[in-house]
């Protein structure tokens, strides 16, 4: 103990002995002051690099010590920055440090200096600074070279959301500068006549070929110089994220992540960001080629435990993220294989599948999916060793399913690998279900039309292709009378023509594998045909909300259908069954469409499968207005009113339940009419507007308005939805009251001058042969063929074989026309006649006697005198009855015919040119007696060989021969007027 006592106080002095002597020595040299201050730049950082040493360390000694630096700008009074760097120096050694300026070393001169402190626990306290060091001053303006304006800093990189600092050197103080920032000008603070700076905060990333910044300096009016810069602004390098390794076969770990968003920059100012993967326990490094994954080799070492930092890195920035974790919990399976599909039938089916082998005794998690129709129907998990099987039941008949199986690590779960999965297609089987089927019975004469539907099988009850479909037609009066149609698929319906008998129908579905339940419906002999009164109703946009009164006794069900009130029956026919209990169903379906009409009918069914009809029902699901308007006529437009009317106009094809009709009325004298109020349409005039109620009444009396007054009307109809479409106005323009009543007294007259000209077109013929029938033309008569033209042959006009002429008739000439009687040719003129003289020729037979009577024929005929047209006489050759020996007497027939082709060839040279003449003579066998005027009432019957007979024309001015002694008397008569005797 001593021994120690001695040794440690001998220590002690020496320490002591020693830290005076140091302190003594130290003290005479603090403090230290910093020398040989050097000062250089990089404009690429916008930094200053200081270097510099400490004079009077001792030797061998190691000091901490703090070095204060102080920067200044333009001036050294103008200090911009002061901080403290604290090191540990050596005797002679260089420090180092650097400074990074926000505003570019081009833009003004700097100004460095520093001083020092001691500050080591060594020395005792107080310590103190040592003088400040000379200013070192720091400029590049003077390589910037000829030129008038330079923009700083260039090609500059930054992240987005940083601060930026720019600047414009103008050489001529004189010079207005403009600055601008992708083309917007830019304001910023004037540092010194020369120069100023533009601070820009927050730089937003525009492209990756930088944004562009530029100065223009101008003198007046003209531009000098433009210089700019681009500015690189970098997408801010982001931390991995995800990032996780994983082993697939205990031989190579998969690391991934993801690098988020490339800060890549364009002309290669900043390549995309590094990866590198750095593993902690084995100190091993590898830098990855690719930007979102790595692989790393797994040694045969027993190394079960990692720990990985990966590290990115740009230009500007530097991030990590680190994970550490056991490699057999990240074993990552690959996929299975030669999964395949044994014994499939209808229902069932086996599943198998292999992995790959990874280490001895390693169990596998798999799992399975069944997949049909789109969606997963089932899933299983199973654990395997190297084979996987499975067996897939409740499987539906001839569907197409597609089975997929993963797996994983059953001991220590880390993720399923990725799937692997194969279609199959179960068997058909026979139809598990019977078909829906409705009809529609419509009755004629003598049978039932019976129109039968049926909805095709659902694919979960069809189990397979219905190829056709068996309708089976039972006549239930006559139980051995029965029919099968055979209706291929996909048909839907089938019409059948049946007798006033009950029949019962089956529907069966078939298929390749079998037939289907049937589904049965009956036709009764005699259906219900009641009156049921038919209901409006109004859809929604859910569908139509329908309800029933229950039908009384027992039912089976109900059946609701429906079709479009529009189209045809076949093409959009539907129905619905509703359960016993229910009264009340909702039709919803897409296929309902606005503006269109349907009806609905409910019926009943009961037990013995025969439907009894309980409602109608009809409506929109949703009503919109009218799509036309009516054709409207005018009539019986009077002075004070007028009649609009369109009966034509249908209201079933409408787009809505029409409630009525809009009549609107514009006048000059803009009031309204009774029961008329005023209206203003939709371009903004005023018009008159009568609403009718009732859409049955399509007529209207416009009344109470004035004549010769103008009107304008247009009517449209109405639904819940609104009016019809917007037409132009019909113009009306009201008459008169005269012509109103002009036009009654009118009316009439044309009417019966019409019917009179057509009654007188439709009896015309009748009417000229009445009054006027055709005259025979006596230049075509054969009654002169006897009388030969010797001078003019070509006035030869008739030829008759045989004609026995009964009487000459003998007119006067009018206005002093002359005539000239047979043998004495003596001239009267008509002034001298004041009656019309007759002149007969009596056949006389030898075997008559002069005393007793006998037939004669007397003929008059006023019409057929061809000198009536040019005298405007009577057509009679009138004679004087004073002269009676004027005429010559004849024995016969034949002898006057001589003597009339005689005389008459004699006289035609002294017939006046105009005044030639042809009688009608008549043989017309009917006796007639006493005066022409006074005809007896029992006339004597003609002799029975009395007829008509040839006639013949005679010239009124044929000159007779003088009678001769031979000459009957009693042959030819000259008669007065009142005294005619045959």
């Known amino acids: 103990m001593a021994l120690f006592a001695i040794f440690q106080t001998t220590s002690f002095l020496t320490l002591l002995s020693l830290r005076t002597y140091q302190s003594e020595v130290l003290a005479e040299r603090l403090p230290l002051t910093p020398v040989s201050l050097k000062v250089s730049t990089n404009s690429t950082r916008q930094s200053l690099h200081l270097q510099w040493t400490v004079h009077n360390l001792p030797y061998h000694q190691e000091l901490k010590m703090v070095f204060q630096i102080q920067i200044s700008r333009i001036e050294t009074s103008n200090v911009i920055w002061v901080g403290n760097y604290s090191t540990t120096v050596k005797w002679n050694q260089v420090l180092h440090w650097s400074w990074e300026s926000e505003l570019p070393l081009e833009c003004a001169t700097h100004f460095v200096r520093i001083k020092s402190v001691v500050?080591?626990?060594?020395?005792?306290?107080?310590?103190?600074?040592s003088n400040w060091s000379s200013w070192e001053e720091v400029s590049v303006q003077d390589s910037f070279g000829p030129g008038i304006l330079f923009v700083f800093p260039k090609d500059k990189l930054v992240e987005e959301g940083s601060n930026v600092t720019?600047?414009?050197?103008?050489r001529n103080i004189q010079n207005n500068v403009s600055c601008y920032l992708e083309g917007k000008q830019i304001h910023g603070e004037q540092l010194d006549p020369h120069v100023t700076a533009f601070n820009l905060n927050s730089v937003p990333f525009i492209r990756n070929k930088g944004t562009n910044i530029y100065c223009e300096a101008s003198q007046g009016n003209v531009s000098e110089d433009i210089k700019g810069i681009v500015l690189f602004v970098s997408k801010v390098l982001e931390e991995p994220k995800d990032f996780s390794c994983e082993a697939e076969d205990f031989k190579t770990l998969h690391c991934t992540w993801d690098p988020g968003t490339d800060t890549a920059l364009g002309w290669s100012k900043q390549p995309s960001q590094s990866y590198t993967l750095?593993?902690?326990?084995?100190?091993?490094?590898?830098l990855c080629t690719h930007k979102n994954w790595c692989n790393w080799q797994i040694t045969q070492d027993s190394q079960e435990t990692y720990n990985f930092t990966l590290i990115a890195e740009n230009y500007l920035r530097k991030r990590s993220v680190n994970i550490l974790f056991n490699l057999t919990h990240r074993v990552y399976l690959m996929n299975p294989f030669s999964v395949n599909f044994e014994n499939v039938n209808a229902t069932n089916a086996i599943m198998t599948w292999k992995v790959h082998s990874m280490r001895n005794n390693f169990t596998y998690l798999c799992q399975i999916e069944l997949h049909g129709e789109g969606k997963m129907m089932q899933q299983y998990n199973v654990s395997i060793k190297v084979n996987g099987e499975y067996f897939l039941s409740?499987?539906?008949p001839a569907t197409e399913?597609?089975?997929?199986?993963?797996?994983?690590?059953?001991?220590?779960?880390?993720?399923?690998?990725?799937?692997s999965g194969q279609n199959f297609t179960t068997l058909e089987a026979a139809p598990s279900e019977a078909p829906d089927v409705w009809r529609i019975v419509s009755l004629e004469p003598g049978n039932h039309t019976v129109t039968l539907f049926w909805k095709p099988l659902s694919k979960l009850h069809a189990n397979g292709k219905i190829l056709f479909y068996n309708v089976v037609v039972e006549n239930l009066d006559k139980p051995s009378s029965s029919e099968l149609h055979s209706i291929p698929a996909p048909a839907n319906s089938t019409k059948l023509i049946l007798d006033r008998c009950s029949y019962q129908i089956c529907v069966i579905a078939n298929n390749s594998v079998g037939a289907s339940p049937a589904s049965v419906i009956v036709i009764s002999a005699d259906p219900e045909n009641k009156e049921v009164e038919e209901e409006r109703i109004a859809g929604t946009e859910g569908g139509f909300s329908l309800s029933w009164k229950p039908q009384p006794g027992d039912v089976i069900g109900y059946v609701v259908d429906w079709c479009d009130h529009t189209q045809d029956v076949l093409s959009g026919f539907q129905w619905k069954n509703v359960g016993p209990n229910t009264t009340s169903t909702v039709i919803s379906t897409d296929a309902f469409r606005p503006g269109v009409r349907y009806d609905f009918r409910i019926y009943g069914l009961s037990t013995k499968r025969i439907a009894?009809?309980?409602?109608?029902?009809?409506g929109y699901s949703q009503e919109l207005a009218p799509s036309d308007n009516p054709h409207v006529l005018v009539d019986t437009l009077t002075s004070h009113s007028f009649t609009l009317s369109w009966k034509d106009y249908s209201t079933e094809s409408q787009p809505g339940f029409i409630q009525g009709y809009h009549v609107y009325l514009k006048s000059k004298a803009r009031q309204c009419h009774p029961r008329f109020e005023k209206a203003v349409l939709s371009d903004g005039s005023e018009c008159c507007k009568y609403k009718i109620d009732n859409p049955e009444e399509k007529a209207l009396i416009v009344d109470n308005l004035k004549p010769e007054s103008f009107y304008e009307f247009f009517i449209t109809p109405f639904t819940s939805a609104g009016e019809g479409p917007s037409a132009t106005f019909t113009k009306v323009t009201t008459p008169d009251e005269h012509s109103s009543m002009l036009i009654h007294i009118l009316l009439p007259m044309v009417f019966c001058v019409l019917l009179i000209m057509v009654m007188c077109y439709l009896k015309s013929q009748w009417i000229k042969e009445t009054c006027y029938p055709d005259i025979p033309d006596p230049y075509k008569s054969s009654i002169l063929s006897l009388i030969k033209f010797k001078e003019n042959p070509h006035l030869i006009i008739m030829n008759v074989s045989d004609c026995i002429p009964d009487a000459i008739e003998v007119v006067s000439k009018p206005e002093g026309t002359k005539i000239q009687f047979l043998g004495t040719r003596k001239s009267l003129t008509e002034t001298e006649l004041t009656k019309p003289n007759y002149l007969y020729l009596l056949p006389t037979e030898k075997n008559h006697s002069g005393s007793g009577p006998v037939p004669c024929i007397c003929f008059e005929n006023l019409t057929y005198n061809q000198a009536a047209s040019d005298s405007a006489s009577c057509g009679h050759v009138p004679v004087s009855p004073k002269a009676p020996s004027m005429l010559g007497l004849m024995t016969s027939p034949e002898n006057v015919l001589k003597a009339l082709e005689k005389n008459y060839m004699n006289s035609l040279g002294e017939i006046p040119a105009g005044e030639t003449s042809l009688n009608y003579v008549s043989q017309l066998a009917s006796p007639m007696f006493g005066d022409k005027d006074s005809l007896p009432t029992n006339p004597v019957e003609p002799p029975h060989s009395s007829e008509y007979k040839m006639q013949m024309a005679v010239s009124l001015h044929l000159a007779l021969p003088p009678p001769t002694e031979n000459s009957s008397l009693s042959s030819i008569t000259l008669l007065d007027p009142g005294e005619r005797y045959c």
Do not use: Q
């Not at 720019?166 to 103008?170: A, H, L, M, N, Q």
């Not at 399913?401 to 799937?419: N, T």
């Open 612 to 618: 009894c009809l309980l409602e109608k029902k009809t």
């Open 119 to 129: 500050d080591d626990a060594k020395f005792p306290e107080p310590n103190f600074w």
């Open 166 to 170: 720019i600047c414009y050197v103008s």
């Open 278 to 286: 750095f593993e902690s326990f084995s100190g091993e490094k590898k």
């Open 394 to 396: 409740e499987l539906e």
């Open 401 to 419: 399913y597609m089975a997929r199986v993963r797996c994983a690590d059953a001991s220590h779960f880390w993720k399923w690998s990725e799937w």
